[in-house]
């Protein structure tokens, strides 16, 4: 069976007439464009530094070929069964995702098909360039109470963070920029030097940027635990 098979008969993703000529045994056509312009990615914040995509992907549907020019970490807002094939291979990998899961990318061009019943949603977090202002000086860790570390590189540490009610991170200093990403959603007070204290409700999928160093203190004040991942950049 031909990759035009697979992917627009097997797995109904499909893109306009390929569908005809898949069935016909003609090898599907390539459609490639950057990622901000698939219609499954939707750009949600863009500067020097970070660009963050909402990708939705309704089951069994699927991704046109998108051109990923920077490295990314992506988040999965819900577990996924997918398939992939990276441009210019004849493979098709299974990729299958839990809740909450954080993985990072080199530079790639791909196409993702959505195999599940129910709707992939991620948060891709392209990372524009490096920080390169001094570290901020604070007091308190760098890492919050209640985190671990998923993962470290050259380009950015990522930190697992859950917070039960009640429960607090206490002051920490983030020495560069960095990004919270909710994973589940929770009511959360927000407390920084140099801005008013505030209570967000944050659902899945919700974020929050701080350009530059950046010392607070975040406190879980709903009835369910807050679960998110932090991304700071080096």
Same mark, same amino acid.
Do not use: C
């Given at each position: 069976?031909?990759?035009?098979?697979?992917?627009?008969?097997?797995?109904?993703?499909?893109?306009?007439?390929?569908?005809?000529?898949?069935?016909?045994?003609?090898?599907?056509?390539? /459609?490639?464009?950057?990622?901000?312009? =698939?219609?499954?990615?939707?750009?949600?914040? =863009? !500067?020097?530094?970070?660009?963050?995509?909402?990708?939705?992907?309704?089951?069994?549907?699927?991704?046109?070929?998108? +051109?990923?020019? !920077?490295?990314?970490?992506?988040? %999965?807002?819900?577990?996924?069964?997918?398939? *992939?094939?990276?441009?210019?291979?004849?493979?098709?990998?299974?990729? !299958?995702?839990?809740?909450?899961?954080?993985?990072? %990318?080199?530079?790639?061009?791909?196409?993702? #098909?959505? $195999?599940?019943?129910?709707?992939?949603? !991620?948060?891709? $977090?392209?990372?524009?360039?490096?920080?390169?202002?001094?570290?901020?000086?604070? &007091?308190?860790? *760098?890492?919050?109470?209640? &985190?671990?570390?998923?993962? =470290?590189?050259?380009?950015?540490?990522?930190?697992?963070?859950?917070?039960?009610?009640?429960?607090?991170? *206490?002051?920490?200093? @983030?020495?560069? &920029?960095?990004?919270? +990403?909710?994973? @589940?959603?929770?009511?959360?007070?927000? =407390?920084?030097? #140099?801005?008013?204290?505030?209570?967000?409700?944050?659902?899945?999928?919700?974020?929050?940027?701080?350009?530059? #160093?950046?010392?607070?203190?975040?406190?879980?004040? #709903?009835?369910?635990? /807050?679960?998110? +991942?932090? +991304?700071?950049?080096?």
């Amino acid at each position: 069976m031909t990759f035009g098979k697979q992917w627009s008969i097997a797995m109904v993703v499909v893109a306009g007439a390929s569908v005809a000529l898949a069935a016909q045994g003609a090898p599907m056509p390539t /459609f490639m464009v950057p990622a901000t312009r =698939e219609p499954h990615h939707t750009v949600k914040l =863009e !500067n020097q530094y970070v660009r963050v995509l909402d990708v939705t992907v309704p089951p069994f549907d699927g991704t046109l070929y998108h +051109i990923h020019e !920077n490295p990314y970490v992506y988040v %999965s807002i819900g577990p996924a069964t997918l398939k *992939a094939q990276v441009e210019g291979s004849n493979d098709i990998t299974d990729l !299958n995702l839990k809740d909450g899961e954080v993985r990072f %990318s080199p530079v790639v061009t791909h196409r993702v #098909g959505n $195999v599940g019943a129910t709707p992939f949603r !991620n948060i891709t $977090v392209q990372i524009q360039g490096r920080d390169t202002s001094a570290p901020a000086a604070g &007091s308190g860790p *760098a890492s919050a109470a209640g &985190s671990t570390v998923a993962f =470290e590189n050259e380009l950015v540490r990522v930190d697992r963070l859950s917070l039960d009610p009640g429960k607090s991170t *206490a002051v920490h200093t @983030h020495p560069r &920029s960095h990004l919270l +990403i909710a994973v @589940h959603g929770g009511s959360v007070k927000m =407390e920084a030097q #140099g801005d008013p204290t505030s209570t967000r409700a944050m659902s899945p999928g919700d974020f929050d940027w701080r350009t530059g #160093g950046y010392t607070h203190n975040l406190t879980n004040v #709903g009835t369910t635990a /807050f679960d998110a +991942i932090e +991304i700071v950049w080096k």
